[in-house]
């Protein structure tokens, strides 16, 4: 069965770094694209961006590039989530979720549970 | 960027009724590049319908999709209890961003 299984949750204070983690199992992770998703308190879906992770080839939406850093590392199965420098806006839970193909443009059929990060001071 | 626009924000139906929800793209999508997800409170998106009408594995029938031109159509024959949540569309048929509507939320009238 496919699943993507999510680092847990994370408190931290405005300034701190931070990366979250996704880890497929079930199916060849190089093949298929891995995309994040923001879910701020009580709002919408929003798409971040997705990666390759045979080639690490990253697609980022114009609101989240230069916030974020997506990577993979194929070699564990495993997508990665990372900030440098937090702000209290960043608080919401994450998702990320797979492409059912190797095209960024399809859509996503399996997602992991979410990662809830708390920012505050 | 595509934007999508859904509505209604809310609909309030009671189970066994029909619910038609509306998604509308500010500009073609191409090849009717177009999901719906279903969202319930404290779970994560779970997809319904890809390609603006195909049914994902496992997905009931009572859920179908369909498209003209820009408007985007999910439709729910009869209202079951466990079908009571929020409902994103989402385009990937152009450049990233892939974006997702607003949302509407079905809800118990």
């Known amino acids: 069965d496919v699943q993507l299984l999510q680092s847990g949750a994370e408190v931290k204070k405005p300034g701190e770094s931070l990366r979250i983690s996704c880890k497929g199992s079930?199916?060849?992770?190089?093949?298929?694209?891995i995309g994040w998703v923001r879910q701020m308190p009580g709002k919408g879906l929003e798409w971040m961006g997705i990666?390759?992770?045979?080639?690490?080839?990253?697609k980022y939406s114009p609101s989240f590039r230069g916030q974020v850093t997506i990577s993979a590392d194929k070699s564990i199965s495993t997508a990665y989530l990372q900030w440098s420098s937090l702000k209290a806006s960043d608080t919401a839970m994450y998702f990320c979720?797979?492409?059912?193909?190797?095209?960024?443009?399809?859509?996503?059929?399996?997602w992991g549970q979410g990662t809830l990060v708390t920012v505050s001071s | 960027e595509i934007v999508l626009t859904q509505s209604p924000g809310t609909l309030s139906l009671s189970p066994g009724e029909r619910a038609t929800l509306s998604c509308r793209a500010s500009?073609?999508?191409?090849?009717?590049?177009l999901a719906w997800y279903q969202q319930k409170p404290g779970q994560s998106p779970r997809l319904l319908i890809y390609?603006?009408?195909a049914r994902a594995t496992g997905i009931p029938d009572r859920f179908s999709g369909s498209a003209s031109g820009t408007d985007f159509t999910l439709t729910i024959t009869r209202l079951e209890p466990e079908d009571f949540a929020v409902y994103y569309c989402?385009?990937?048929?152009?450049?990233?961003?892939?974006?997702f509507g607003p949302g509407t939320k079905v809800d118990i009238k």
């Open positions: 079930g199916y060849t992770f190089s093949n298929y694209w």
């Open positions: 500009e073609s999508v191409s090849s009717n590049s």
């Open positions: 989402q385009q990937y048929g152009s450049s990233p961003p892939f974006t």
């Open positions: 979720a797979r492409h059912p193909s190797g095209y960024s443009n399809s859509w996503s059929d399996y």
């Open positions: 990666i390759y992770p045979g080639d690490s080839d990253t």
């Open positions: 390609s603006a009408s």
